[in-house]
Antibody, heavy 119, light 113 residues
Framework: QVQLQVSGPGLVKPSETLSLTCTVS????????WNWIRQSPGKGLEWIGY???????DYNPSLRSRASISIDTSKNQFSLKLSSVTAADTAVYSC?????????????WGQGTLVTVSS | DFVMTQSPDSLAVSLGERATINCKSS????????????LAWYQQKPGQPPKLLLY???TRQSGVPDRFSGSGSGTDFTLTISGLQAADVAVYYC?????????FGQGTKLEIK
């Protein structure tokens, strides 16, 4: 049974870069599509982007200029970097798997982590 | 972007009764080449990530009780929960998986009357 676990700082200063890692257990990142999704009271659920095990990526246009997703197959992890953060980026950040290009629902999800942007 | 609008924002239903949640997409999520609707439903309980209930609008994820059913096509969809149980108290979301950026409805909060 695949499980995902998010790790990273819970507090980031404005204008700095948010960095999170999702560790996959019970399965390999060398298959499927690996996604980042965030949830905030103001914006609800927002898809950030995905990385395909082959290295291909796609991002929400609203975040494309600031977001970067990478994958480390040796550690069975994938990561999110979001640059130039502001208070509007305060949210619970989760990672999730999608099966394929044509099966892009999210299952399972990792337990999200709250990231607060504040000085 | 596809805008997903759910209704109502909240509802209260008696135990054992039926709950109905609607989801409307600003564009059709029906893919004509395979006649599948690219629409998923999730359940989220406090402190937990969303849990996948249905995909292709009406296909239940493994392990999901058959009390949960989905219907609709094109732009209008419904999640029906029959025989409501206390464990069904949660927020429910729809999501289009037709095209990026994947988008979600704003959520419907289901409570017990």
């Amino acid at each position: 049974q695949v499980q995902l676990q998010v790790s990273g700082p819970g507090l980031v200063k404005p204008s700095e870069t948010l960095s999170l890692t999702c560790t996959v257990s019970g399965g390999s990142v060398t298959a499927y599509y690996w996604n980042w999704i965030r949830q905030s009271p103001g914006k609800g659920l927002e898809w950030i982007g995905y990385i395909y095990y082959g290295g291909g990526t796609d991002y929400n246009p609203s975040l494309r200029s600031r977001a970067s997703i990478s994958i480390d197959t040796s550690k069975n992890q994938f990561s999110l970097k979001l640059s130039s953060v502001t208070a509007a980026d305060t949210a619970v950040y989760s990672c999730a798997r999608a099966l394929s290009f044509g099966e892009r629902w999210f299952d399972p999800w990792g337990q999200g982590t709250l990231v607060t942007v504040s000085s | 972007d596809f805008v997903m609008t759910q209704s109502p924002d909240s509802l209260a239903v008696s135990l054992g009764e039926r709950a109905t949640i609607n989801c409307k997409s600003s564009q059709s999520v029906l893919y004509s080449s395979n006649n599948k609707n690219y629409l998923a439903w999730y359940q989220q309980k406090p402190g937990q990530p969303p849990k996948l209930l249905l995909y292709w609008a009406s296909t239940r994820q493994s392990g999901v009780p058959d009390r949960f059913s989905g219907s609709g096509s094109g732009t209008d969809f419904t999640l029906t929960i029959s025989g409501l149980q206390a464990a069904d108290v949660a927020v429910y979301y729809c999501q289009q998986h037709y095209k990026t950026p994947y988008t979600f409805g704003q959520g419907t909060k289901l409570e017990i009357k």
